[in-house]
């Protein structure tokens, strides 16, 4: 927990600070963005608002972080926060992989892979990442801060009744580190990124075809 915390909001502090670092380049981009004769292109302008709301998430996120964090601020947060943690999470995961595979060909490009390694690699990313999608809880982390608002509206709707027997139990975090589950976790959502990513080439790559289609 205290890796997951440091290390996260670290990263989360360093995105911010990639895109403050840069305020001609957001000046420039917004205005062009917003101004029809501008010329940018359809795909800049969506680039764009993607940059925008990434920025936004990862704001959030941070605040979010802060609030549920156990180790380096010792806050509980509410359970909304912890919900809404999750689901930022799952949302960045997906932008960042549409965010990826709107410059896919300029990655490809400087990586210069062998092309059966990179076939065996995207293979495999692939096929990880659709067994994650669909056996672990990316979903159910998408709609979390949803279900808790509704969950948290059904409960001051109704009555409860307790027998007053309960016996609750602390959260308990192993000490060390697993590093077979940590680094099973990472190609886990890693490859998530990467379904996103090619889902993302591959729509637009089928768009330009048809484009050209319908243009000769």
Not at 12 to 31: A, F, W
Not at 34 to 54: D, E, N, P, V
Not at 109 to 121: E, T
Not at 170 to 198: E, H, M, N
């Amino acid at each position: 927990m205290s890796i997951h915390e440091i290390a996260g909001l670290t990263m989360l502090s360093l995105c911010v600070v990639h895109v403050v670092i840069h305020p001609k380049y957001v000046v420039n981009t917004t205005r062009k963005a917003f101004s029809r004769g501008s010329g940018l292109s359809k795909k800049a302008r969506f680039s764009y608002m993607l940059s925008f709301l990434m920025a936004l998430a990862f704001i959030l996120m941070i605040v979010s972080s802060i609030s549920i964090s156990q180790v380096v601020f010792n806050n509980r947060g509410t359970i909304f926060m912890k919900h809404l943690h999750r689901m930022l999470a799952a949302l960045l995961l997906l932008m960042v992989g549409i965010h990826l595979g709107l410059h896919y060909k300029m990655i490809a490009r400087k990586l210069k892979m062998n092309k059966i390694v990179s076939i065996i690699m995207i293979a495999s990313a692939l096929i990880f990442g659709i067994y994650s999608l669909s056996t672990g809880k990316y979903i159910s982390y998408l709609t979390s801060a949803v279900s808790s608002a509704e969950e948290h509206a059904s409960f001051q709707g109704g009555r409860g009744q307790g027998n007053g027997n309960a016996q609750g139990s602390g959260q308990r975090y192993s000490r060390g580190i697993d590093f077979a589950k940590t680094g099973i976790t990472v190609l886990s959502y890693g490859s998530i990124i990467y379904v996103f990513c090619f889902a993302t080439y591959a729509i637009e790559s089928g768009f330009k075809k048809k484009t050209k289609q319908i243009l000769t």
